[in-house]
């Protein structure tokens, strides 16, 4: 399914030129990497499969949805859903016991992890 990523990509792009849809990226994609992608491969003859953050980066400026890109990609199969998780909530809930290589993460830990996702902000500073 990997070999048709490019064209659906090369249709959703309609009359788009690469450099609109690069400058829509608000710089993270250049045109010359979005082109490579719709052809499926480097200007080197290297097979090219754009990382996830990528195809998110393309959905969100086509209004295209994620997941299907994702199936062309090859990342999903057909019967698999992406499940979204807000971290934040979830590090909050005091009925979840959070895990890393199976061993509970300290609540001090978590609440690292909390700060760093609001950007390195205390909560008393706001």
Do not use: C, F, W
Not at 2 to 26: F, H, I, M, N, Q
Not at 32 to 53: F, M, Q, V
Not at 58 to 84: C, F, I, P, R, T
């Amino acid at each position: 399914m990997a070999d048709k990523l490019g064209p659906y990509l090369r249709a959703l792009r309609g009359t788009l030129s690469l450099r609109a849809v690069a400058e829509k990226t608000g710089g993270k994609l250049s045109h010359s990497y979005i082109s490579d992608i719709e052809k499926g491969h480097s200007r080197r003859g290297n097979i090219l499969k754009p990382t996830p953050e990528t195809l998110k980066i393309l959905a969100d400026v086509y209004g295209a949805d994620y997941d299907h890109l994702m199936k062309l990609a090859g990342y999903l199969k057909d019967d698999d859903q992406l499940q979204e998780i807000d971290l934040g909530e979830t590090i909050e809930d005091k009925n979840k016991i959070l895990k890393y290589q199976g061993r509970p993460i300290p609540e001090e830990d978590l609440n690292l992890i909390l700060r760093l996702l609001k950007s390195g902000k205390d909560d008393d500073a706001e």
